[in-house]
């Protein structure tokens, strides 16, 4: 069966650090764009970070830029959201998705989704 795993997600302090996790089943994220969205609750999912599958070019929302790093791991198996400086805003769901499309910075292509982790943040 081929599905999205998201991990890493939990509760953490404000200021803190978590690192999530995008992984494959039945398939390999080698080939693919990458990327990881948020929704919160009573918001509109929103996308925060694209990584593109052809060079590994990145794309941060304003709201994370300087904060959240994605990046592939050497065997391009997993893709990763290292999240720094996190603040109550940032306290949604997280899941990763995937888009085949040449066009890697358009949000409506990332077509296929995992469950997604919860971060919290809090004190």
């Known amino acids: 069966q081929v599905h999205l795993v998201e991990s890493g997600g939990g509760l953490v302090q404000p200021g803190g650090s978590l690192k999530l996790s995008c992984s494959a089943s039945?398939?390999?994220?080698?080939?693919?764009?990458i990327g990881w969205f948020r929704q919160a609750p009573g918001k509109e999912r929103e996308g925060i970070s694209l990584?593109?599958?052809?060079?590994?070019?990145?794309w941060y929302e304003d709201s994370v830029k300087g904060r959240f790093t994605i990046y592939r791991d050497t065997d391009k198996k997993r893709v990763y959201l290292q999240m720094n400086s996190l603040n109550p805003e940032d306290t949604a769901v997280y899941y990763c998705?995937?888009?085949?499309?040449?066009?890697?910075?358009?949000?409506?292509?990332?077509?296929?989704w995992g469950q997604g982790t919860q971060v919290t943040v809090s004190s």
């Open positions: 039945g398939f390999t994220l080698d080939y693919y764009n």
């Open positions: 998705a995937t888009s085949r499309a040449q066009e890697w910075l358009e949000l409506r292509t990332y077509d296929y």
């Open positions: 990584i593109s599958s052809s060079d590994d070019s990145t």
